[in-house]
Each structure stands twice: as structure tokens, then as C-alpha cells.
């Protein structure tokens, strides 16, 4: 039923208005109904793909088509060109892209800092709250000198 009442809001089917018990009620025309639902079932679709094979050298306009491919080839090589200069560009940004191991850094996230030293973060948390080891809080997370991470452990 609200099907119907979209379609009429829609224009797609015209219904007359009648006052019912508790609201106005829709009248539609019953051969307008048959029609608009004829008109639904009917499968108007052109496929994705032509169904008909197609031989290039006796169809003209197929030819044509493969003609109009060759003319995209410098196109395409162009592309290609764009995509090797995008990825020396993105090697050169990895190349700057400086990564110090864990084992050098001076200063640690406590992720970084629980992998080098085998101690959970939420220990060394604790231990940063109760002042057994010390930290700053940087940003959303801290940061752990290295030689404070060494002194704590050792005195595990």
C-alpha cells in the first residue's frame, strides 16, 4: 500500500481522494493500476555486452572500433611513463623517510618501549604513575628516555 501512495505522490499513477472513517483513503482506477503494473513487468533492458560475435574483417564498424584503439596506444604509453615517475617518486619519499631501529632511539613510546624491554605497557604505566620510572607526557602519549627504561629495569 505505501508503495502505491509513493507512486501516486510521484505522479507515476493518479488516485482520487475519499474521505474514509478515520482518514482520507486513495481510489485508484482499476485498468490504470493493469497498465502501470503491465508497464513494471515489462523488461525494458539493454544487455552490458553484445550477445552477437563480431569478425573484424567483415564487419566494418568493428574494424573501426579496433582503428580507433590503435590512436589510444600513445595514451596509454603515456600512462605508463606517469606511473614509473610516481614510483620513483614515491622511492625517493621512502628514502627520506628516515626509520631508526628501537635499539637506537633515545627516547620511547611506551609501545616501543614495552617491545625492548619485554614489560607490559600497562606496568610500565603504573610504574610511570607511581614514580618509579620517569616520563613526560608528549602530546597523547609518553615518552620514556632510554637510559630511565634501562635504570628501571635494572632495578627490577
Do not use: C, W
Not at 567483415?58 to 610516481?86: C, I, M, Q, W, Y
Not at 604513575?129 to 635504570?151: N, S
Request: hydrophobic share 35%; aromatic share 6%.
Amino acid at each position: 500500500m505505501r508503495t502505491l501512495e509513493r507512486y501516486t505522490q510521484e505522479g507515476k499513477i493518479g488516485g482520487r481522494y475519499e474521505k474514509g472513517k478515520t482518514r482520507s483513503v486513495v481510489v485508484y482506477d482499476e485498468e490504470e493500476l493493469r497498465a502501470f503494473k503491465a508497464a513494471l513487468e515489462t523488461k525494458t533492458y539493454k544487455p552490458a555486452v553484445d550477445p552477437t560475435p563480431t569478425n573484424p574483417d567483415r564487419d566494418e564498424t568493428a574494424l573501426s572500433k579496433f582503428v580507433e584503439v590503435k590512436h589510444l596506444l600513445p595514451l596509454l604509453d603515456g600512462l605508463n611513463h606517469l606511473a614509473d615517475v610516481l614510483k620513483v617518486l614515491r622511492e625517493e619519499q621512502e628514502i627520506v623517510r628516515l626509520t631508526v631501529p628501537i635499539q637506537h632511539k633515545l627516547t620511547l613510546s611506551l609501545a616501543e618501549a614495552s617491545a625492548l624491554s619485554g614489560i607490559s605497557r600497562q606496568r610500565l604505566r603504573a610504574a610511570i604513575k607511581d614514580g618509579t620510572l620517569t616520563a613526560q607526557l608528549i602530546g597523547r602519549g609518553y615518552r620514556v628516555k632510554r637510559t630511565d627504561l634501562e635504570d628501571y629495569v635494572d632495578r627490577l
